[in-house]
């Protein structure tokens, strides 16, 4: 599994952008819905995906210090040879550094291709990619 470095970019170019969806359940249900109409989403790995996005999203919730009107925001890019990069953001302080050790950063780290976190622009962001089915 590779991990950015703090500061890396991404997702590289050539991704087409699946959506930016508020947090809620309807809006997560969008989000999930309209990614897996994708066409490139065919042979992705959906069980891994509902998993890392549920983690993450719990830790934005647990350990944000989000407040009432604080957005969670999950962004999805898909790109042709079905690809999955997923953001969850908020305007929480960020994975603090012992954060690495929780179950959530081990599934991280178990399932996702490539994965990073940073800060930057006020929101803290956790992103992950996943490779199609099979490989890249």
Known sequence: VAQAREGDTCPPHGLSDVGTFGLSTAGLDLAWRRYLSQPESRGTRTGEVKLI??????????????????????????????????????????PSPDARRGMGWRILERMADRWGADRSEGLARVWFELDPAGGP
């Open 53 to 94: 996005v549920s983690e993450l999203v719990t830790n934005s919730i647990e350990h944000g210090d989000l407040g009432a009107n604080d957005r969670i925001e999950l962004h999805a890019l898909v790109d042709g040879r079905g690809a999955l990069h997923m953001e969850v953001r908020d305007p929480g302080p960020g």
